[in-house]
């Protein structure tokens, strides 16, 4: 079956550090990929998206590459700030599955002053 | 434009009990999805549904049920209650036809404790 494998947390970082949190998957065929956001007490919010191979999903300063050959859709971001704190999830969908999405179980971020 | 919201956003209930858990999607949304996120987990999808009917169903007991209205509105509905059904319930709505180019978009939840 689809699965996606995220990197365990909780990550901690200075502000302005460099973030990377890495992501993996397994499913056949050619799913689209996602990176979800959740905020303390609230829904997830989408974060940015990737449909086919090589394409680069980017939304506030924070990337991810779609990556067929190494099954992976990392998101990084090049400077966080304390408003990054947050729960990051990693996703994955089929339009032939009805669009169910498969979540990893998420990465803890926690941006210090 | 008002987002997917979802009702209520706590609740408490005992062992054994049911519960009914409601859905609007977005505005222009005709297609609705349920996920259960245990603490500490990603979510986990239980069903969609298009057209009032459920079209796919994930890894979740019957006890599990829901139901989409006319107005594209949804329950999700939970007999015999557990403790281990004490979660976040999230709905995300969708529109069926753009498929892979937009995405669900989700509500903010409704927090179930069972004691």
């Known amino acids: 079956g689809n699965s996606v494998t995220q990197m365990e947390g909780p990550v901690t970082l200075s502000e302005e550090a460099f973030l990377t949190i890495n992501c993996t998957y397994t499913?056949?065929?050619?799913?689209?990929l996602f990176w979800y956001v959740q905020y303390p007490g609230e829904g997830l919010q989408l974060l940015l998206k990737?449909?086919?191979?090589?394409d680069k999903g980017s939304n506030k300063g924070f990337e991810a590459t779609y990556r067929k050959e190494t099954t992976s859709f990392h998101l990084e971001k090049g400077s966080v700030q304390v408003s990054d704190s947050a729960v990051y999830f990693c996703a994955l969908t089929y339009s032939g599955s009805a669009r169910q999405l498969t979540f990893g179980s998420g990465t803890q971020l926690t941006v210090l002053p | 434009d008002a987002g997917v919201t979802q009702s209520p956003t706590h609740l408490i209930k005992t062992r054994g009990q049911q519960v009914t858990l409601r859905c609007s999607p977005k505005?222009?949304?005709?297609?609705v999805s349920w996920y259960q996120q245990a603490l500490g987990q990603g979510p986990q999808f239980i069903f969609q549904y298009y057209e009032e009917e459920e079209r796919q169903r994930g890894n979740f007991p019957d006890r599990f049920s829901g139901h989409q209205f006319p107005n594209y509105s949804s329950e999700l509905n939970v007999n015999a209650l557990l403790l281990g059904d004490s979660a976040l319930y999230l709905c995300?709505?969708?529109?069926?036809?753009?498929?892979?180019?937009?995405?669900?978009?989700f509500g903010d939840g409704t927090r179930l404790s069972i004691l």
């Open positions: 505005s222009g949304h005709d297609t």
């Open positions: 499913a056949t065929g050619y799913p689209s």
């Open positions: 995300a709505s969708s529109q069926r036809t753009e498929a892979r180019k937009q995405p669900q978009h």
């Open positions: 990737a449909t086919k191979a090589d």
